[in-house]
C-alpha cells in the first residue's frame, strides 16, 4: 500500500452552507470533486495526526463509495484510527455520540438532511468538531477558502475494506474499526429517558404508537429501540428499512411528505401518538390522534414537562431557539426563571451555548430538537422524551398541548417554503427587503403597526463572534412577526422561506387553523415581499 498524491484544480462551488456541503450526485461524482473537498477539511485542521476520526452517513445512493475514498484519505493523510458505522450507517445524533463517546478528534458525516435521494438525487458531507458539533463558522470558512486553492490530495491505493461487518481492520497504518451503528447511541438514550416507564406504556394495551423512519437511517434504531429495547409490537416501526432513494420519497418529516403517517394518525381507527423522522435522523415530527404538534410548540412543552424526565430532572440552564423559530419557548423560559437564546438558523450556533452550560434544550422552526446529550438536533430522541411524558402524564397530546396553550398562550405558527425559485430573483427579492426593513417603522398594515424591521444579526454571548444577515424580521406592535430567509440546504435554484407568527393568550381564540389565523399576515407577507411576483408561484409549495 503506497500514499499517491493527485493533481487536481480546485472547484469554486464548495462553500458550505449551513449544514456542510450539499449539491446533487452527479455533481460530487465527479472526478475529484469530494476528494477536493475531503482535503480542503484536513488541510485545514492542525494536530489531528493519530487521532481517531468518525465516519458515517445516512445510506443514501454513493453513501459507500464515499466512505471508502474518504477512509482511505484519512489514512493517507495521518489519521490513527477511523470508527466507521456498520454498513456505512451512523444517524447524524448518533455520529455525534460516537465522537463525543470515543473523545474522537472531529468526524465526516454524509448526509443531504431531509433532501431527496438516489442517482438523482442530492449527496451531502459535513465536518463535525471534537464536541460533536458541526464546524463552527470559522472552521468552515477556512475549508472554503482550502478549498479555492487546493492543488492536490493524498489517497493510499488499497482495496476497499469490507463496511459490513464488525471488526477491527487495518488500512495502511491506520486503523479501522467497524462498529454496530445502533449501540452507543442506544445505550444513551437509556440513561436519558425511564425506559421501564415508557415500556409499561408501550406495552399496556390501552397506547399505539406509529413510528415512521421514512426508509431513511433512523429505521434500525428504531427497531432496536422501540420494538425490541421497549417492547411495542411488531410493525410500529414502519418505512423502517434504510433505502439508497428512500424508497422514492423525500425524507422531510412535515405533513406534506411524511403522508402515510398523516393519514395513519388522522384516519380511522388512529393510534394515540405518531412520529416521524428525517433522512439522517436528526429531525423530527410528532402527532397525536388527528393532532399535529408544531416543532416549536414541541421545544416549547419539553421545556415545560422536562423536570418529569430522568435525565433533565434537575432544571434546565437555559433554552436556544433559532430566530425564527416561535417565540413559545421564550415564554416557558421567562416563567422558569432561566434565559432563553435566540441565534441564527443552523445547528452549529447552538453548540457553544451548550458547551459554556448556558443551555440544556435547543429547537428549530425546522423540526429540529435536541439537548447537550450531543451537539446535534436528535429526531429519536425527541420522541423519546414525548414518550416518557406521555407515560408520566397519562393524557393524550392534543390535551397535553391544549393545556401548555391555556397556560402560556398559543402561539400562531407558519412557514411557506417557495422551493426552486430562480437564485437571481430570489437574491434580489432579499437585498430589496433588506433595504425596505428598516423604514418601516410606524407603517401600518390593516390593524397591525410596524415596531421594527431589520436583518438579524447575532452576536455570539460565549466567544463574542458576530453573524450577520441572517434573516429578514418584521416585527409588529402585538409581537407578530413575519420573517423572510433564504434556505441554505437545497441544491437547486433557492428556497425562500417565510415564517409568520401571532400571539393568542385568550383560551376561547386558540382553536383557529392558523392559516385562518395568520391570514392578514400572509396578505401583508406578499404585500411587502411581492412574493407572487418574485418567485413566479400562486402559492407556496409547502405550508408547515
Known amino acids: 500500500m503506497t500514499i499517491q498524491t493527485i493533481a487536481t484544480q480546485p472547484f469554486l462551488d464548495q462553500k458550505p452552507g449551513t449544514s456542510g456541503l450539499r449539491k446533487q450526485v452527479q455533481v460530487f461524482q465527479k472526478p475529484h470533486y469530494l476528494q477536493n473537498f475531503v482535503q480542503a477539511i484536513f488541510d485545514s485542521l492542525e494536530g489531528y495526526q493519530g487521532q481517531t476520526l468518525v465516519v458515517g452517513g445516512d445510506g443514501r445512493y454513493y453513501n459507500r463509495e464515499a466512505i471508502q475514498i474518504i477512509l482511505k484519505m484519512a489514512a493517507a493523510n495521518g489519521f490513527g484510527r477511523v470508527l466507521v ?8 445524533p448518533a455520529a455525534s455520540c460516537v465522537i463525543r463517546k470515543y473523545g474522537a478528534f472531529g468526524g465526516i458525516i454524509l448526509s443531504a438532511s431531509h433532501n431527496p435521494g438516489g442517482p438523482d438525487g442530492d449527496f451531502g458531507i459535513k465536518y463535525n468538531i471534537s464536541n460533536g458539533g458541526p464546524a463552527p463558522e470559522k472552521v468552515t470558512e477556512a475549508i472554503y477558502a482550502r478549498s479555492k486553492t487546493i492543488d492536490r490530495y493524498l489517497v493510499l491505493d488499497a482495496p476497499d475494506i469490507d463496511l459490513d461487518k464488525t471488526g477491527i481492520l487495518t488500512l495502511g497504518e491506520m486503523t479501522v474499526e467497524v462498529i454496530d451503528s445502533v449501540s452507543d447511541y442506544a445505550q444513551l438514550m437509556e440513561s436519558l429517558f425511564d425506559f421501564d416507564r415508557i415500556r409499561e406504556l408501550l406495552t399496556s394495551g ?37 433505502l439508497e432513494d428512500f424508497g422514492g420519497g423525500h425524507p422531510d418529516p412535515n405533513l406534506v411528505y411524511a403522508h402515510d403517517l398523516v393519514e395513519v394518525l388522522y384516519g380511522d381507527n388512529a393510534p394515540d401518538f405518531g412520529a416521524a423522522s428525517d433522512g439522517d435522523g436528526d429531525r423530527n415530527m410528532v402527532l397525536g390522534r388527528r393532532f399535529f404538534v408544531t416543532p416549536s410548540d414541541s421545544l416549547a412543552i419539553l421545556a415545560a414537562n422536562a423536570k418529569l424526565v430522568p435525565g433533565y430532572r434537575n432544571g434546565l440552564a437555559g433554552i436556544a431557539r433559532s430566530m425564527p423559530t416561535s417565540q413559545a419557548p421564550d415564554r416557558v423560559a421567562a416563567q422558569l426563571g432561566i434565559d432563553c437564546y435566540e441565534t441564527p438558523t443552523g445547528w452549529k450556533f447552538f453548540g457553544n451555548l451548550l458547551d459554556a452550560d448556558r443551555a440544556t434544550l435547543c429547537g428549530e422552526e425546522s423540526f429540529g430538537t435536541g439537548s447537550n446529550h450531543i451537539r446535534e438536533k436528535d429526531g429519536l430522541w425527541a420522541v ?37 425559485v430562480d437564485s437571481d430573483r430570489a437574491n434580489t427579492m432579499m437585498t430589496n427587503l433588506r433595504s425596505l426593513a428598516p423604514t418601516l417603522k410606524g407603517k401600518t398594515f390593516g390593524n397591525y403597526t410596524v415596531e421594527y424591521g431589520d436583518d438579524f444579526s447575532y452576536t455570539d454571548p460565549v466567544d ?8 429578514i424580521r418584521i416585527g409588529f406592535t402585538d409581537g407578530s412577526r413575519v420573517v423572510f430567509r433564504l434556505s441554505g440546504t437545497g441544491t ?40 407572487r411576483a418574485t418567485t413566479g408561484m400562486d402559492k407556496p409549495t409547502v405550508i408547515t
Request: overall charge negative; charged content about 20%.
Open 206 to 242: 390501552r397506547f399505539r404508537m406509529c413510528m415512521d423512519s421514512l426508509h431513511a437511517v433512523t429505521g434500525p434504531y428504531a427497531h432496536r429501540i422501540f420494538e425490541q429495547q421497549l417492547g411495542a409490537p411488531a410493525g410500529t416501526v414502519q418505512n423502517g428499512v434504510p
Open 384 to 420: 423519546l422524551f414525548w414518550l416518557n411524558i406521555l407515560a408520566v402524564r397519562q393524557q393524550p397530546v392534543e390535551e397535553i398541548v391544549r393545556e401548555h396553550w391555556k397556560t402560556y398562550g398559543r402561539n400562531y405558527y407558519s412557514r411557506h417554503d417557495y422551493e426552486g
Open 85 to 92: 458505522g456498520r454498513g456505512g450507517i451512523l444517524s447524524t
Open 492 to 531: 437547486q435554484g433557492a428556497t425562500v422561506r417565510v415564517y409568520l407568527e401571532s400571539y393568542e393568550p385568550d383560551p376561547a381564540k386558540q382553536d383557529q387553523d392558523p392559516q385562518v389565523a395568520l391570514a392578514d399576515l400572509i396578505a401583508i407577507a406578499e404585500e411587502v415581499a411581492q412574493l
Open 464 to 471: 463574542g463572534s458576530v453573524s450577520q444577515k441572517q434573516g
